[in-house]
């Protein structure tokens, strides 16, 4: 037998298996992404919305090790805890499943056979490829295409293998494989470590069985295997990374290998005592997608309700406790941008953050000027501080992800990020400014007069108002709130204006200090700025909703 010519169309066709669903993938991932990043906001509820999550984000992206890696993206950059991360986890285990199913429709939906289905999928991706003109159009494109391309590759390897129906040899090793439990595992997770993905290990398993070369106790050894196997990447991505998200990957890694114990130990029960018979047996495609669902699904119900103690021994394995985190450093993670959409709304929420920094620098302005509380000066200007670092990080990672493949929609959300970074960033700047006001006013000695001090709390409380109207306007995309911001940004425009000629009329006639008068126009000034830097912020708003 030349295995040479079995060798080379079988790696051909995994090949072909692999990009066909690399491509489905991305245009699921583009065409659902606004309700990926709508689900991220789940993952601040409960652990089971998280093994929602996590289930339908890997059907999307069609491998759990990305989806993995993701996670030990967001724990690393500490926008996700481990409590959460262990639910999007198990939830990945389950999401991983769907590729199997759809490689064994070719059986129980006899329409979908490859052979007649792929180049009628591909054709029809080519023409909306082609006539298409919207980002949508190209995205549905790529599905059809990329699913056209899995079935072409999963037929390719099926036809590929079956010369070695009359291998003895070939048999003798799967027979070894269904006779010995820890050699079927070892298979598995190797095979699955080297192609690093869980999905591709099925498809080849699959086509096998198609060939009728894997017996049902072998497969059900060499599936378990694939789940340890998949491990790997989420361990490598957790190298270099913080000690929280070297814990996310070994809880991974533990959750599948306690299932696999667990499992396997039934697996041996069943098939050595209860049901000799069928472990000999020749397994179908379909059969092996019910095994995969039904071990991943069972091993997430069991180990549910034990999940906190999963983490705290990954915890004690990797010697770390859970640590703060720093509120001025970004917390991004370059892993997120695997999936840019998911990236994008982390990106948002981050500034969202940074806008509440922003909001207490505006609370704290508010009282320096008056209390001349030296406390109140530094608190502002480590607020400042700690927007500068986040804008210049979110600004950084938001151009990053506009040189990614992203949506036109997409494109323009970051865009409009950078603009309401800016806008967030200069009114904390001028925070500063009037602190640094005060410290003028203490080097010289001198405070507002009573009327200047109304006037100015006046203006405080109006631009104050505006700005916190903008961000939660920015974080709810609420076209209501953005509509007051324009108009509490008017009222400080006017009032700016009668308030700067009264005084010039106090000044003229004596009734205040100099250097507390400069210092009275100069803030005016300042407030009037921050009121429209939050008109900037609504109107992105309203430009993003109309």
């Given at each position: 037998?030349?295995?040479?010519?079995?060798?080379?169309?079988?790696?051909?066709?995994?090949?072909?298996?692999?990009?066909?669903?690399?491509?489905?993938?991305?245009?699921?991932?583009?065409?659902?992404?606004?309700?990926?990043?709508?689900?991220?906001?789940?993952?601040?509820?409960?652990?089971?919305?998280?093994?929602?999550?996590?289930?339908?984000?890997?059907?999307?992206?069609?491998?759990?090790?990305?989806?993995?890696?993701?996670?030990?993206?967001?724990?690393?950059?500490?926008?996700?805890?481990?409590?959460?991360?262990?639910?999007?986890?198990?939830?990945?285990?389950?999401?991983?499943?769907?590729?199997?199913?759809?490689?064994?429709?070719?059986?129980?939906?006899?329409?979908?056979?490859?052979?007649?289905?792929?180049?009628?999928?591909?054709?029809?991706?080519?023409?909306?490829?082609?006539?298409?003109?919207?980002?949508?159009?190209?995205?549905?494109?790529?599905?059809?295409?990329?699913?056209?391309?899995?079935?072409?590759?999963?037929?390719?390897?099926?036809?590929?293998?079956?010369?070695?129906?009359?291998?003895?040899?070939?048999?003798?090793?799967?027979?070894?494989?269904?006779?010995?439990?820890?050699?079927?595992?070892?298979?598995?997770?190797?095979?699955?470590?080297?192609?690093q993905s869980s999905s591709a290990s099925v498809g080849i398993l699959q086509s096998l069985a198609a060939a009728g070369l894997v017996p049902f106790g072998?497969?059900?050894?060499?599936?378990?295997?694939?789940?340890?196997?998949?491990?790997?990447?989420?361990?490598?991505?957790?190298?270099?990374?913080?000690?929280?998200?070297?814990?996310?990957?070994?809880?991974?890694?533990?959750?599948?290998?306690?299932?696999?114990?667990?499992?396997?130990?039934?697996?041996?029960?069943?098939?050595?005592?209860?049901?000799?018979?069928?472990?000999?047996?020749?397994?179908?495609?379909?059969?092996?997608?019910?095994?995969?669902?039904?071990?991943?699904?069972?091993?997430?119900?069991?180990?549910?309700?034990?999940?906190?103690?999963?983490?705290?021994?990954?915890?004690?394995?990797?010697?770390?406790?859970?640590?703060?985190?720093?509120?001025?450093?970004?917390?991004?993670?370059?892993?997120?941008?695997?999936?840019?959409?998911?990236?994008?709304?982390?990106?948002?929420?981050?500034?969202?953050?940074?806008?509440?920094?922003?909001?207490?620098?505006?609370?704290?302005?508010?009282?320096?000027?008056?209390?001349?509380?030296?406390?109140?000066?530094?608190?502002?200007?480590?607020?400042?501080?700690?927007?500068?670092?986040?804008?210049?990080?979110?600004?950084?990672?938001?151009?990053?992800?506009?040189?990614?493949?992203?949506?036109?929609?997409?494109?323009?959300?970051?865009?409009?990020?950078?603009?309401?970074?800016?806008?967030?960033?200069?009114?904390?700047?001028?925070?500063?400014?009037?602190?640094?006001?005060?410290?003028?006013?203490?080097?010289?000695?001198?405070?507002?007069?009573?009327?200047?001090?109304?006037?100015?709390?006046?203006?405080?409380?109006?631009?104050?108002?505006?700005?916190?109207?903008?961000?939660?306007?920015?974080?709810?995309?609420?076209?209501?709130?953005?509509?007051?911001?324009?108009?509490?940004?008017?009222?400080?425009?006017?009032?700016?204006?009668?308030?700067?000629?009264?005084?010039?009329?106090?000044?003229?006639?004596?009734?205040?200090?100099?250097?507390?008068?400069?210092?009275?126009?100069?803030?005016?000034?300042?407030?009037?700025?921050?009121?429209?830097?939050?008109?900037?912020?609504?109107?992105?708003?309203?430009?993003?909703?109309?």
């Open positions: 037998m030349n295995y040479v010519n079995i060798l080379i169309p079988f790696v051909g066709g995994l090949g072909m298996f692999i990009y066909g669903m690399q491509i489905m993938a991305q245009g699921l991932e583009n065409a659902a992404g606004n309700r990926m990043r709508s689900l991220l906001e789940a993952l601040t509820k409960n652990k089971f919305l998280g093994v929602l999550l996590g289930a339908f984000i890997t059907a999307v992206i069609q491998s759990s090790s990305a989806t993995t890696v993701m996670v030990v993206g967001f724990v690393n950059a500490g926008i996700m805890n481990l409590s959460q991360a262990m639910g999007v986890i198990m939830g990945a285990n389950v999401g991983t499943t769907v590729t199997g199913w759809l490689v064994s429709s070719a059986e129980w939906a006899k329409f979908l056979k490859p052979d007649n289905l792929a180049p009628i999928a591909i054709i029809i991706g080519v023409i909306v490829m082609m006539t298409g003109k919207r980002r949508s159009s190209k995205d549905i494109a790529s599905i059809i295409i990329g699913f056209g391309l899995l079935f072409i590759g999963i037929s390719v390897m099926s036809d590929s293998v079956s010369p070695l129906q009359d291998s003895e040899g070939f048999r003798n090793i799967f027979v070894a494989l269904s006779g010995n439990p820890l050699l079927g595992i070892a298979a598995g997770a190797i095979v699955t470590a080297v192609i072998a497969a059900i050894y060499i599936i378990m295997g694939q789940n340890i196997g998949t491990c790997v990447t989420a361990m490598l991505s957790g190298m270099g990374a913080k000690k929280n998200a070297k814990v996310a990957a070994r809880m991974h890694l533990l959750f599948n290998i306690i299932g696999t114990v667990i499992f396997s130990i039934i697996a041996i029960i069943l098939l050595s005592v209860v049901f000799p018979k069928y472990a000999a047996g020749m397994i179908s495609q379909t059969q092996i997608s019910t095994v995969h669902t039904l071990f991943n699904i069972g091993t997430t119900l069991l180990l549910f309700p034990v999940s906190d103690w999963i983490i705290k021994l990954a915890k004690k394995i990797s010697h770390v406790e859970d640590v703060e985190v720093d509120e001025s450093k970004v917390q991004l993670d370059e892993r997120m941008l695997e999936t840019p959409g998911i990236a994008l709304q982390s990106t948002i929420s981050e500034c969202v953050r940074m806008g509440e920094i922003v909001k207490n620098c505006m609370e704290c302005s508010k009282e320096v000027l008056f209390s001349m509380d030296y406390n109140h000066i530094m608190r502002i200007k480590e607020e400042e501080d700690k927007v500068d670092r986040l804008c210049a990080g979110i600004t950084g990672y938001a151009i990053k992800i506009t040189s990614l493949s992203v949506s036109e929609k997409e494109h323009k959300e970051a865009a409009s990020l950078l603009q309401v970074a800016s806008d967030m960033e200069r009114v904390s700047d001028y925070c500063e400014n009037i602190a640094e006001f005060t410290e003028n006013l203490i080097e010289h000695k001198v405070s507002f007069t009573e009327i200047g001090k109304e006037h100015l709390r006046s203006m405080m409380d109006v631009c104050a108002k505006s700005y916190e109207y903008a961000l939660e306007a920015y974080r709810n995309q609420d076209k209501e709130l953005a509509l007051k911001v324009i108009e509490e940004e008017t009222k400080a425009d006017n009032l700016e204006v009668m308030l700067r000629a009264e005084h010039i009329e106090r000044l003229a006639a004596n009734q205040c200090q100099t250097e507390a008068g400069i210092v009275f126009l100069d803030t005016l000034v300042c407030l009037e700025r921050i009121s429209d830097h939050a008109r900037n912020i609504a109107e992105e708003v309203l430009n993003h909703i109309a």
